[in-house]
């Protein structure tokens, strides 16, 4: 046969090639299934659970193991596009998730949060994250936040006994209060749902069954900033160095909320002299020895922690102390002053660290790292002059001065 023909048979022949795998890609779906779940989504989209894929975990079902779901070695893509930053496919993350709460309206505020997570951190560790409510997530709040993050994603329905009033309550003189706190003006000093969120931070979230599979968490709330890259993990950190607790902003509480607080820390003491740890912060939280509070607090919107720390018997008798005053009703105790003199009296100060290489904002602060080469190493987009974290309103400078720690030397032109 002459060249040209044979030439032409053989691009026929792979035109042919070329068309039949076109449909049957088309007719054969699953072939397609390996590409998306490839962009690790597609088990995890709650809309549409076919019949290889799994439907997110939820409180109902058991707990699944923190690993995340590994994708068989045959079927991984030559190129795994979603994760082009990896610390590697054997890469031992700790045990640990990051935890939000939220309602489904919240869903545009939280995705910007979990972009910053994701952009920031996650995208190199693929990290859990589990979100509880205390309502059921709909469709598309599953979907949306599925898409987005790199990790295993878990949604809990929290139960009615940690979401609403324990029967101790007096629910009308609760009303009252909250009548009289309305025309005093006080931040959510007439919501009833926000004092259900208060109780169950302080006393709920490290016991829901999605929960009891992990040892540390991060706390994310909707419509928060990371100002840096995150560059190492953060969750390892906390374990080698042996902290219980991690914080970025402090500030000083809005005493209205919690007038008698302090009155039942106290009665704590008195009762469980054996859980107040000693070396601990008690010099940060008052200035006179344990006789008022200084209303000093960790803002608990973020926190880095040890779940087994709120697990804990001393943590255990001390909310339920608090919880039998009646506080968060008959007051507005917020989760913030009760983790916040919890891990200042319960654990040793070297056990709470201080994060200052994470930029982070909640509305309406900014902590920033104090020191330039830090802002620059990690990539930060924050101005310097809004870091919160040396100003007037600050408890983290008293942080510094108990913990007897050196200021970073950039700190008095951001005070
Ligand atoms: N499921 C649920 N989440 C809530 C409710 N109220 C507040 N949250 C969540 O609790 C956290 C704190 O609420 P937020 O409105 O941010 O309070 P703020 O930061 O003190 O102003 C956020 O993660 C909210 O999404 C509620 O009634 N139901
Ligand atoms: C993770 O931590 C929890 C709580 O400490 C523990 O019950 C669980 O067994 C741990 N899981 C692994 C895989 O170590
Ligand atoms: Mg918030």
């Not at 989209?45 to 799994?54: I, N, V, Y």
Request: charged share 25%.
């Amino acid at each position: 046969m002459p060249r040209a023909s044979t030439l032409r048979i053989v691009r026929l022949a792979a035109l042919a090639l070329v068309l039949i795998v076109i449909i049957y890609k088309v007719t054969n779906p699953s072939s397609l299934t390996t590409l998306s779940r490839a962009a690790g989504y597609h088990e995890k989209l709650a809309s549409s659970p076919g019949p290889e894929q799994k439907a997110p975990v939820t409180s109902g079902d058991k707990p699944a193991a923190p690993a995340k779901e590994e994708v068989k070695s045959e079927e991984k893509p030559a190129v795994d596009f979603k994760t082009p930053v990896d610390e590697g496919k054997d890469y031992v993350r700790a045990n640990a998730t990051f935890v939000t709460l939220a309602r489904n309206q919240d869903i545009w505020s939280l995705v910007k949060s979990i972009r910053h997570v994701e952009d920031r951190f996650n995208r190199k560790y693929h990290y859990d994250w589990v979100f509880l409510n205390d309502d059921d997530f709909d469709d598309n709040f599953k979907e949306i936040t599925s898409s987005l993050i790199s990790g295993n994603v878990k949604y809990g329905k929290i139960p009615k006994e940690h979401w609403g009033y324990p029967d101790w309550i007096d629910q009308e003189k609760a009303a009252e209060v909250r009548e009289q706190m309305r025309q005093k003006q006080i931040i959510y000093g007439d919501s009833i749902s926000y004092r259900h969120m208060c109780r169950f931070e302080s006393g709920f979230f490290f016991q829901q069954e999605l929960m009891k599979a992990y040892k540390y968490y991060w706390r994310v709330e909707p419509d928060i900033i990371l100002h840096c890259d995150v560059d190492y993990d953060v969750f390892k950190y906390m374990e080698k160095n042996g902290y219980d607790y991690g914080f970025t902003l402090s500030l000083y509480e809005y005493i209205d909320t919690i007038p008698t607080l302090w009155n039942s820390v106290k009665k704590f003491i008195k009762e469980h002299p054996e859980h107040i740890a000693e070396n601990n912060l008690m010099n940060w939280l008052s200035e006179d020895n344990g006789i008022t509070y200084n209303r000093c607090h960790f803002w608990s919107n973020f926190e880095i922690g040890n779940l087994d720390f709120w697990r804990s018997k001393a943590y255990g008798d001390f909310f339920e102390l608090l919880d039998r005053e009646g506080g968060f009703f008959y007051e507005r105790w917020g989760d913030a002053p009760v983790h916040s003199i919890a891990a200042g009296l319960l654990l040793p100060k070297d056990k709470v660290h201080f994060f200052d290489d994470i930029g982070y904002w909640h509305v309406p602060f900014s902590s920033c790292p104090t020191n330039k080469a830090d802002r620059l190493k990690l990539k930060c987009s924050c101005n310097p002059a809004d870091n919160f974290v040396w100003k007037g309103y600050s408890c983290t400078p008293r942080y510094y001065d108990v913990m007897e720690m050196k200021r970073p030397s950039e700190w008095h032109q951001q005070s």
